[in-house]
Nanobody, 120 residues
Framework: QVHLVESGGGLVQPGGSLRLSCAASGGIFSLYTMGWYRQALGKQRELVATITSGSSTSYGDSVKGRFTISRDNAKNTVYLQMNSLKPEDTAVYFC??????????????WGQGTQVTVSS
């Protein structure tokens, strides 16, 4: 039972920057693997970035060098800093939490999503 709330989406011009936030509640945040996914209109959902409990990060090829995922365990929040934004980045961005529980159980939780639009 983890509740996720994304914020920070909006309209930006190409080349601009935006920072998304995802606040988590309902568990021990520092133990979770967190991730950002996005889904453009008419497209399949794709992985943007992940960050583990040990703060190891991974990025999708399309955002490498432009996006940075980070976490603040004291605030139970994960961030996605997006720089050099392109129109192709336009999508609904979703926050995901992966909880690795006892006895090999794994649970995924999703936020409601926040719209990012990159346009002139």
């Amino acid at each position: 039972q983890v509740h996720l709330v994304e914020s920070g989406g909006g309209l930006v011009q190409p080349g601009g920057s935006l920072r998304l936030s995802c606040a988590a509640s309902g568990g021990i945040f520092s133990l979770y693997t967190m991730g950002w996914y996005r889904q453009a209109l008419g497209k399949q959902r794709e992985l943007v970035a992940t960050i583990t409990s040990g703060s190891s990060t991974s990025y999708g090829d399309s955002v490498k060098g432009r996006f940075t995922i980070s976490r603040d365990n004291a605030k139970n929040t994960v961030y996605l800093q997006m720089n050099s934004l392109k129109p192709e980045d336009t999508a609904v961005y979703f926050c995901k939490c992966t909880k690795f529980a006892t006895m090999g159980n794994r649970y995924d939780y999703w936020g409601q999503g926040t719209q990012v639009t990159v346009s002139s």
